[in-house]
């Protein structure tokens, strides 16, 4: 694509609230007459009895197919014999950011459309027409780009309620970043993932996500620590889905992903939910734009108030394991790594004295704000 070309994409459909999961059959009809579910047991026993009686009411037959847990070329392979095997024309992920992960790889391998119905709030990967690989032990391997997002992205705001909070609470990491990184991008002109320049549209998105953030994710994850839902709650929601979703894809990613991507490259980080680690990557592009003091002590104050991690100890790193600060610096910067989308050159050293300058500063901001001192992380603990 050429140079100067600016452009936003979006999923063709997205509906979001209480009870929307019983409409799925209605929806889906619209797409195809042979519809393929993949998801987890757990998720299954969540969804499946709602999905199958939709689909009975629409007159759509039912099939499903397990997802088996990383969303790694090899599971991709295998959805992709299970779409053939099932003679679908739209297959549909029901769980979180891997399930879709690996629905969306495998359904345009397949060559057929796909559709999404996150059942928690934790990631921005519904909306999107690009999906993140991992290899099997967790580690990212690379980033896959579609022609086309999503038909359909379905959220029910009940089903997300009833999910673990802990899962909102990493939605909220996720989609704080998108902010800083559109805004990083847009800065420096720099191509965003939906392959040209920067829109103001997808730009003013990001923005509206981080403000519906700033203003809702408090009283929302208090509401879904009892399973309520609420407007704020609903707001967050779709701040985490498709604000954010639409706000990275066509805004832009920056340092705080390619930091993300770098933390997963350290066994001692794994375990951790993807908007966790996204959580450290903000902290650190603060930094390294060398922000305004009292903009990083903000930004740290709030996400310790939400429950995020904003320390190298909450994900099981320490600021003088110098060795795995320069691995996680050194995936973060290799070539294509979104991190050269920032309005200035970082070079690994710059990530490994910016992540290592964290754990000081937020230890003293949370002491100074009377919030609790960081719990250290043991992976698989
Ligand atoms: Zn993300």
């Not at 891997?98 to 999404?116: E, F």
């Not at 379905?154 to 559109?182: F, I, K, M, Y």
């Not at 009292?294 to 709030?302: L, T």
Request: with cysteine; aromatic share 6%; glycine share 10%.
């Amino acid at each position: 694509m050429s140079n100067t070309v600016r452009t936003v994409i979006s999923p063709g459909r997205y509906v979001q609230g209480k009870g929307a999961i019983h409409t799925i059959g209605e929806y889906l009809a619209q797409l195809g007459s042979t519809p393929l579910f993949v998801a987890d047991d757990l998720v299954w026993g969540l969804v499946g009895h709602d999905i199958e009686a939709s689909l009975k009411s629409a007159s759509l037959p039912f099939q499903r197919e397990q997802f088996r847990g990383i969303p790694s070329a090899k599971e991709v392979e295998r959805l992709v014999t299970a779409i053939k095997d099932a003679k679908a024309d739209i297959v549909v992920a029901a769980g979180g950011g891997s399930t879709i992960d690996a629905v969306k790889a495998a359904g345009h391998l397949a060559g057929i459309r796909w559709a999404n119905v996150p059942t928690v709030a934790s990631t921005d990967a519904p909306c999107s027409a690009l999906s993140v690989i991992y290899t099997e032990d967790g580690e990212f391997e690379e980033y896959r780009f579609f022609p086309r997002n999503p038909d359909l992205v379905l959220v029910d705001s009940q089903v997300v309620a009833n999910a673990p909070v802990s899962l909102l609470v990493a939605g909220v990491g996720d989609a704080l970043a998108t902010w800083l990184e559109a805004r990083a991008t847009a800065r420096s002109g720099s191509k965003t993932m939906a392959g040209g320049l920067p829109t103001v549209t997808g730009t003013a998105l990001a923005e509206l996500s981080w403000q519906v953030l700033w203003d809702n994710a408090l009283p929302a994850i208090d509401a879904v620590r009892d399973h309520q839902v609420t407007p704020a709650v609903e707001k967050v929601i779709e701040a985490n889905t498709l604000l954010s979703g639409l706000g990275f894809e066509s805004g832009g990613l920056a340092a705080a992903h390619a930091i993300h991507n770098g933390l997963t490259a350290v066994g001692a980080t794994h375990g951790l939910a993807h908007g966790q680690k996204v959580n450290i990557g903000s902290v650190t592009q603060l930094v390294l734009e060398g922000a305004p003091t009292s903009d990083i002590r903000e930004f740290i104050e709030f996400t310790t108030r939400v429950g995020l991690p904003n320390t190298l100890t909450e994900v099981g790193l320490r600021a003088d394991d110098l060795d795995s600060l320069r691995i996680v610096a050194a995936a973060a910067t290799v070539p294509g790594e979104t991190i050269h989308s920032m309005p200035f050159d970082v070079a690994s050293d710059d990530v490994v004295s910016a992540l290592a300058s964290i754990e000081r500063f937020a230890v003293q901001v949370r002491a100074d704000a009377g919030l609790p001192a960081p719990v250290p992380y043991v992976a698989g603990h």
